[in-house]
């Protein structure tokens, strides 16, 4: 047998060597996994089930014995926790880790658990604020302008934007962390995870704040006054005219801040709605409020 035919032989033994790492199927088919990762939730370990089977192509990419695939998968079954479209990085770095391992290298099964408890933290702390916080609410805020000026792009906008933001954080994410590998944990310090999240949260909050006033509508058609003026023509003062020259949509922003105080002080969030649809329809009936 030559050298040559020797050395094809042991690289496809191998697999796990660096030139001979996750292929594009594998990739293909953790992207499919993660997305269903909630599907098994408990609330015993959380996602650690989905996690177990997002990995399953990286662990039979690795590993070649029953037994080494049945440990891998245990070290996936502990409890798991954090936003679903960012534990795509978090699947890339264990992924990079695993292969090491599976070549000899001196990871433990502690590294790869400390490493996934120590990330899912931190990412999670980005994910709220940025895909739950601003990417979701700023676009179901765009498309539904656009939905209530009867066009066709609102729900469209809606559910194009949040699903390429969703694959290309998901595809990309698993990519970019099974490339860096451990060294993207030394780049969580310095802040940036803080900087990002503020930036994101005061983005979220500039944009739903100055839609407020467009879609919170509150009219007083109470009349304070009424006079004839020249002519005979009758003139009338009612409190929204008096409220629209002090400042337009302020009752909006009071009813705002309003909310804002109550779910601080723990009110839930469906007695508030309630609260409000039994003050809307009272002060209708009453002529306090009008349509």
Not at 233 to 246: F, H, I, M, R, W
Request: charged share 15%.
């Amino acid at each position: 047998m030559s050298t040559t035919t020797t050395t094809a032989a042991v690289t496809e033994a191998n697999p796990a060597s660096h030139e001979g790492g996750l292929t594009r199927r594998d990739y293909i088919s953790t992207y499919f996994r993660s997305s269903f990762m909630l599907g098994s939730f408990n609330f015993e370990r959380f996602q650690a089930i989905g996690v177990a089977v997002s990995l399953m192509p990286t662990i039979k990419r690795f590993y070649h014995t029953k037994h080494d695939q049945a440990e891998a998968l245990k070290r996936h079954l502990e409890f798991f926790n954090t936003t679903p479209w960012i534990a795509s990085p978090i699947y890339g770095v264990v992924a990079a880790m695993e292969e090491e391992r599976s070549k000899g290298g001196e990871i433990e099964d502690s590294d790869i658990t400390n490493v996934k408890i120590g990330l899912m933290g931190p990412l999670a702390g980005v994910g709220d604020p940025v895909f739950w916080g601003t990417v979701r609410p700023v676009l179901a805020a765009l498309g539904a302008s656009l939905a209530l000026a009867h066009s066709i792009l609102g729900p469209l906008l809606f559910f194009f934007g949040i699903n390429i933001i969703r694959i290309a954080t998901r595809w990309y994410g698993f990519k970019f962390g099974y490339q860096r590998g451990t060294s993207i944990v030394s780049n969580l310090g310095g802040g940036q995870l803080k900087r990002l999240t503020a930036i994101a949260s005061v983005l979220g909050l500039f944009v739903m704040g100055s839609l407020v006033s467009k879609w919170t509508t509150i009219k007083f058609p109470l009349i304070i006054a009424s006079y004839h003026a020249a002519g005979g023509k009758l003139v009338t003062t009612t409190l929204q005219s008096v409220l629209d020259q002090l400042l337009p949509g302020m009752a909006a922003l009071l009813l705002t801040f309003l909310c804002m105080w109550l779910l601080k002080k723990k009110i839930n969030a469906i007695w508030i709605i309630f609260g409000m649809f039994v003050i809307g329809i009272l002060g209708y009936w009453s002529g306090f409020l009008g349509l």
